[in-house]
C-alpha cells in the first residue's frame, strides 16, 4: 500500500506537480484508509514538516509528529509507540530532491510481542541452546581429569598376579618356569 500510495504522489511530481497542489494525494489517503482495517492515519507532509494532506483533518497545516520530523530522512523509516506503528518514506521530486514524507499508522498486530521482549526471549533461548549443546564437553572434560583412583584397578590386578605366582613358587609340587 504504502509503496502504490508513493508511487501514484510521485508521478504527479514528475508530472510537474508540486506536492502541496496534488489533485489525487487526498484521494489515495482516504481510499486508503477505507480498504485497511489496520490503518488508522495517513499523513503527507513537506519537508519543512507540516502536514498537507491527512486523514485526520485536524492535522493539516500543523507541525507533523516530532518522532515522525526526527525519523525523516532519505530511507523508509518506522516508530513504534504504544499500540501502533508509524512507518513513513521519503517523497522524491524527479530531480532526486526529497520534497516531503508519506507516513501511516498502523494498529500493531494483536498478540505481538514488543521487540525487546522478543530479542531477550530469543537471546535466553540461544543461551539454553549453547549450555545445551555444551553438556556433552562438561562429560569429556570430567572423563580426561585424573581421578584419585587411576590406575587403581591395574594395581589391584598386578598385586593379584604377585600373589597369584607367590603362591605358585610356594607350593611344593608347582613347576619351575
Known sequence: MLT??????EAELALGFDLEDSQ?????????LQASDDLQELTIFDAGGVT?????RSAIGEPARDAWRLAAGEAAWRIAAGDTV???VPLHHPSGVIVGQLALTLSAPKGSYP?????????TLAAI???WMLLPMAGVARALQPSPC??????????????????????PDAPTP
Open 52 to 56: 498537507l494532506f491527512a486523514t485526520d
Open 24 to 32: 489525487r494525494a487526498e484521494r489515495l489517503l482516504e481510499s486508503a
Open 115 to 123: 521487540w525487546p521482549a522478543m530479542a531477550a526471549m530469543a537471546l
Open 129 to 131: 541452546a549453547a549450555l
Open 86 to 88: 508509524a512507518i513513513g
Open 150 to 171: 587411576t590406575g587403581c584397578r591395574l594395581d589391584e590386578a598386578e598385586a593379584r598376579v604377585a600373589r597369584a605366582d607367590d603362591a605358585l613358587r610356594a607350593a
Open 4 to 9: 502504490g500510495a508513493r508511487q501514484q504522489l
